[in-house]
């Protein structure tokens, strides 16, 4: 069966809607996205105390964590294993954390690899409560800072269409909504007969 289904919203409903009638399956609606382009970069003033530096090796238990909180409530079929995923991003300078002063570690973000002039933003996480204190918004604005310096035609990322603030964070710093997206998970119907 298929498990799910992720796209421009309109096109996903349709999509999830002719599923439904023709297995018989249940579409729920896992999340509700956000797509934005970075326009002018504004960082946020005054910003908090600290520095980003890129993770390494030695970060990665650290990034598996925090990107296993960061995706818990989302679906199983749309999260990746911590450990697999930190590899991967480590592997290509992918993650940048934000430290304090004192060299603590209160948040990070993703990009992924430049591809036809475009870089993502992906993953940014500030853990509960570290958060308010401007933490999501200066490791964000250094990652498409150097996503710009490295030759980024274009920096893009998506947002949590139920999460107000990072939406609004975002446009404060110079992103400019392009499209919305869902994504469905598929559920067999609770009165379906399970084949022998």
């Known amino acids: 069966m298929l498990p799910g289904i992720a796209g421009p919203a309109d096109t996903v409903a349709e999509f999830a809607g002719a599923w439904e009638r023709r297995t018989g399956a249940v579409a729920r609606l896992a999340m509700r996205q956000r797509l934005y382009r970075l326009g002018t970069l504004t960082p946020p003033e005054p910003g ?9 090796g030695d970060d990665h238990g650290l990034v598996a964590r925090w990107y296993d909180e960061f995706s818990a409530p989302l679906p199983a079929q749309m999260r990746e294993a911590p450990d697999r995923w930190a590899a991967n991003r480590l592997a290509h300078g992918g993650i940048t954390l934000w430290e304090t002063p004192d060299g603590t570690p209160v948040a990070m973000a993703g990009t992924t690899p430049k591809v036809a002039g475009q870089v993502r933003v992906a993953t940014v996480y500030t853990p509960v409560p570290l958060r308010g204190y401007g933490y999501g918004g200066a490791v964000t604005t250094a990652v498409s800072s150097a996503a710009l310096e ?47």
């Not at 908090?48 to 390494?56: C, H, S, V």
């Not at 392009?178 to 559920?187: C, G, I, L, S």
């Open 150 to 196: 490295a030759g980024a035609a274009e920096v893009l990322l998506f947002t949590d269409l139920a999460n107000p603030t990072s939406n609004g964070l975002y446009q404060r710093i110079g992103y400019r909504p392009v499209r919305d997206f869902a994504a469905h998970v598929f559920e067999a119907a609770r009165d379906a007969v399970p084949d022998p």
């Open 48 to 56: 908090p105390p600290g520095g980003a530096r890129i993770a390494t």
